[in-house]
């Protein structure tokens, strides 16, 4: 896929053969102190993982009465799971296909949105384009958060909110992802390369979509994953724009069901929530797993200039 | 009753509200029509039929919805339950601000009805034939909901207080459980001698706690005459409650867990928290929240301030209300009483609620109801007595929400640094008068 980044496989497979005397600098000395932090920051972030897997076998009961960090006498994952799927006639399947919908339509649109608008910035010159440059990076700066409550209000306006577009509209602006595929656009694609294509007579749209596309993908994997991350994950502007729970995402249905443990006569189902969080994560994970190689050459194309 | 969520929603809520205030002043000034809706006006709307949408998270009205729409087919009842408490009311404020998504009925709990009633948000069911229903319920409850001849909601369940203990806990430390709240401090003293793991309860600043504690003690704080409003906290039964729970907490007696969070379920599971003054809502908590401790616990009467008084008082408990904004108000108000004083009260208190009918309450059935959660106890005889021993006089302020919500900023201190309850309370009160103040009320002094 993206050759002109990716560092020959005939030698990278080689440092794992070699022995382990010399110091190269694809075998640097081993550091104690580097080898400790990044052990402790192992534990700090698998160690929630970890409580919420061993915390989804148990049941209500359970949960109270066993130790957090080891698994109760019960085993009930497989019941939980199930649960979890026909609880309130299955609402948790219809949030989860909400949040699909908003991570499809508003990552996807946002990752669209950025490689359009990045490759434009980065190889075309017009007016203006030190004053976009500013905006974005002004933009980069302010957190979605601080936006959320004009946001409302001017739905509310416009008569959008407690509707999907709600979400999906705020979410299809990413300015760090326009920012990302501006940087990478420039360096992945050699202006001679854009220039020889239109030499043998490619229009734009046809440059674009055969030259400059096949380049950009490590960068467009790198955007995707950040913009589906941020909608996954999204909570804030769905808290406030959404009324109707048939419209939640997975993070405002499982506070829901947090909540329910406030109520007076409430159904307490802790192990549902636990369950329900892993269960949302576990498409995240393995996004991420699966297009893990992509986005690493992403992060690294541009860092060796040739 | 409940912990404020988070501080940020409430930020929220009150920007989106005031932002929409502006459009809400062309409301509906439907207070005037006070025309009397028949029975048979009822009863051509349920046959014509058409939809609502209620919102109420109270669990058993999923079975009462079902059963409604049943026996009147041309009906459809839209349950929307997902949201409880503060999202709750965020939500319900807003649509009624913006004018638009109200729903046809709203559960609204007894401390925050005045709030919407005061500012017109709800209809007054009073000429709907609500106002013949008083003599069903039970003194709390129907006072919380009427405001001399109008009827803003029809009770829904209420929560005469009881003490829930731990016997298993008691019985292993050969301790006797208090009956009167002396006694209690005694036993607290005990208890966390015995094991300092144990605590008598858990408080960690709790206003819809400390209201129905006050309200017991024949404290009345609040004295609420339209928008004139009293607020004092200096009188003899305050001092009562200030006495005996400023020791609890200068001898950290108290566990300090918030109330509905997980660490509070699992102390009540595993004997760390050996008691509990709430309300007789509790056995379905206990029974979904507290699997595990199933017949450990039991219920008793509320310990009290003098020897041999039968004071009570309620804690929680909710309503469910038909908002002015309502499309159809006919149907939700043949809802409403269906559900609150009609057939459904029975299928909600087979699935485990707690009445507020008097029908219900004196039920011989009922009282003799055998709890398997409490080892086959009898306990709706001890919440059934202590319904009828609650005082009716009480009132919540027209704004508690708000005042709830500044609780911890307040009275939450005496529980964390040097300042005493008296204090705490009165820095209640000086900020609770200076909202009420900055709303337009007019304050008593």
């Known amino acids: 896929m993206s050759t002109s980044v990716t560092a020959p496989p005939a030698k990278s497979a080689s440092p794992l053969r070699t022995p382990r005397k010399k110091h190269t600098p694809g075998k640097p000395k081993r550091s104690l102190l580097l080898t400790g932090l990044m052990a402790l920051m192992v534990v700090y972030t698998v160690a929630p993982l970890i409580w919420l897997v061993i915390n989804s076998t148990k049941t209500q009961a359970g949960l109270g009465a066993s130790n957090g960090l080891w698994f109760a006498h019960d085993f009930a994952l497989w019941d939980n799971i199930s649960t979890t799927f026909t609880y309130h006639d299955g609402i948790f399947v219809r949030w989860l296909l909400n949040t699909l919908l908003y991570v499809v339509l508003g990552a996807g649109g946002a990752t669209l949105l950025a490689v359009l608008g990045g490759y434009a910035l980065a190889k075309f010159d017009f007016p203006g384009k030190r004053g976009i440059f500013a905006v974005v990076i002004g933009a980069v700066a302010v957190p979605g958060t601080a936006l959320a409550v004009p946001t409302f209000l001017m739905f509310s306006k416009m008569g959008l909110t407690d509707t999907p577009w709600a979400v999906i509209i705020p979410s299809l602006v990413s300015p760090f992802g326009l920012y990302l595929m501006?940087?990478?656009?420039?360096?992945?694609?050699?202006?001679?390369?854009?220039?020889?294509?239109?030499?043998?007579?490619?229009?734009?749209?046809?440059?674009?979509?055969?030259?400059?596309?096949?380049?950009?993908?490590?960068?467009?994997?790198?955007?995707?994953?950040?913009?589906?991350?941020?909608?996954?994950?999204?909570?804030?502007?769905?808290?406030?724009?959404?009324?109707?729970?048939?419209?939640?995402?997975?993070?405002?249905?499982?506070s829901a069901w947090n909540s329910q443990a406030e109520t007076i006569g409430g159904d307490v189902i802790f192990n549902l929530v636990i369950t329900g969080s892993l269960l949302t994560i576990i498409p995240l994970i393995a996004a991420f797993l699966f297009l893990q190689k992509y986005w690493q050459s992403g992060l690294a194309a541009g860092s060796v200039k040739e | 009753m409940r912990r404020t969520t988070s501080r940020i929603l409430r930020g929220i809520a009150l920007v989106s509200t005031l932002a929409l205030g502006a459009t809400a002043c062309g409301g509906s000034d439907?207070?005037?029509?006070?025309?009397?809706?028949?029975?048979?006006?009822?009863?051509?709307a349920l046959d014509k039929g058409g939809d609502i949408t209620v919102w109420a998270w109270e669990p058993t009205l999923k079975t009462?919805?079902?059963?409604?729409?049943?026996?009147?087919?041309?009906?459809?009842?839209?349950?929307?339950?997902?949201?409880?408490?503060?999202?709750?009311?965020?939500?319900?404020?807003?649509?009624i601000s913006a004018g638009k998504g109200v729903p046809d009925v709203?559960?609204?709990?007894?401390?925050?009805?005045?709030?919407?009633?005061?500012?017109?948000?709800?209809?007054?069911?009073?000429?709907?034939?609500?106002?013949?229903?008083?003599?069903?319920?039970?003194?709390?409850?129907?006072?919380?909901?009427?405001?001399?001849?109008?009827?803003?909601?029809?009770?829904?369940?209420?929560?005469?207080?009881?003490?829930?203990?731990?016997?298993?806990?008691f019985d292993k430390y050969k301790i006797a459980v208090p009956t009167t709240w002396d006694e209690y401090l005694d036993a607290a003293r005990k208890l966390h001698k015995a094991d300092p793991k144990v605590y008598i309860a858990n408080d960690a600043g709790d206003a819809g706690f400390t209201t129905s504690m006050l309200w017991q003690a024949g404290s009345r704080p609040y004295k609420v005459d339209g928008t004139k409003v009293g607020i004092n906290f200096d009188d003899a039964g305050a001092?009562?409650?200030?006495?005996?729970?400023?020791?609890?907490?200068?001898?950290?007696?108290?566990?300090?867990?918030?109330?509905?969070?997980?660490?509070?379920?699992?102390?009540?599971?595993?004997?760390?928290?050996?008691?509990?003054?709430?309300?007789?809502?509790?056995?379905?908590?206990?029974?979904?929240?507290?699997?595990?401790?199933?017949?450990?616990?039991?219920?008793?009467?509320?310990?009290?301030?003098?020897?041999?008084?039968?004071?009570?008082?309620?804690?929680?408990?909710?309503?469910?209300?038909?908002?002015?904004?309502?499309?159809?108000?006919?149907?939700?108000?043949?809802?409403?009483?269906?559900?609150?004083?009609?057939a459904g009260v029975a299928t909600r208190v087979s699935e485990g609620a707690f009445?507020?009918?008097?029908?219900?309450?004196?039920?011989?059935?009922?009282?003799?109801?055998?709890?398997?959660?409490?080892?086959?106890?009898?306990?709706?005889?001890?919440?059934?007595?202590?319904?009828?021993?609650?005082?009716?006089?009480?009132?919540?302020?027209?704004?508690?929400?708000?005042?709830?919500?500044?609780?911890?900023?307040?009275?939450?201190k005496a529980y964390v640094s040097n300042t005493t309850l008296a204090d705490g309370l009165k820095a209640w009160q000086d900020a609770s008068v200076k909202y009420g103040e900055e709303q337009g009320f007019t304050i008593e002094k």
């Open chain 1, 182 to 254: 501006w940087v990478f656009a420039a360096e992945a694609i050699p202006t001679e390369l854009l220039e020889a294509a239109r030499m043998d007579g490619a229009n734009e749209v046809r440059t674009f979509f055969q030259v400059a596309l096949p380049l950009l993908a490590p960068g467009i994997v790198t955007v995707l994953l950040f913009t589906t991350v941020a909608t996954w994950n999204n909570y804030f502007l769905p808290l406030i724009m959404l009324k109707d729970p048939n419209w939640y995402p997975l993070t405002l249905g499982l």
């Open chain 2, 355 to 412: 009445p507020a009918t008097k029908a219900q309450l004196e039920d011989p059935a009922f009282q003799s109801k055998k709890f398997d959660y409490f080892d086959g106890q009898e306990a709706n005889k001890i919440f059934a007595e202590s319904a009828a021993n609650v005082a009716s006089d009480w009132s919540y302020l027209p704004f508690q929400q708000y005042a709830n919500s500044i609780f911890n900023d307040t009275v939450g």
């Open chain 2, 64 to 95: 009462v919805a079902a059963d409604f729409q049943k026996k009147y087919p041309k009906v459809k009842v839209n349950l929307v339950s997902e949201r409880s408490g503060d999202k709750h009311y965020t939500a319900l404020s807003n649509a």
């Open chain 2, 106 to 169: 709203a559960q609204v709990e007894y401390f925050a009805l005045g709030q919407y009633s005061l500012t017109k948000g709800l209809t007054d069911l009073a000429p709907y034939g609500a106002d013949k229903l008083a003599s069903k319920y039970t003194a709390g409850p129907w006072n919380a909901v009427s405001d001399g001849d109008k009827v803003y909601g029809l009770p829904m369940d209420s929560g005469p207080m009881a003490l829930f203990y731990n016997k298993k806990v």
């Open chain 2, 239 to 342: 001092k009562k409650f200030e006495t005996v729970w400023q020791k609890l907490i200068d001898e950290k007696l108290l566990a300090p867990i918030n109330g509905w969070t997980d660490d509070w379920y699992k102390g009540l599971g595993d004997g760390s928290i050996a008691t509990l003054a709430s309300g007789a809502w509790m056995p379905a908590n206990f029974e979904t929240g507290v699997p595990g401790a199933k017949g450990q616990w039991r219920a008793a009467a509320l310990p009290a301030w003098t020897k041999g008084e039968k004071a009570s008082a309620e804690n929680g408990g909710s309503s469910l209300t038909v908002p002015a904004l309502a499309k159809n108000k006919e149907l939700a108000y043949a809802f409403t009483e269906y559900a609150n004083s009609g």
């Open chain 2, 30 to 44: 439907d207070d005037s029509d006070t025309k009397a809706v028949s029975a048979a006006d009822i009863k051509a």
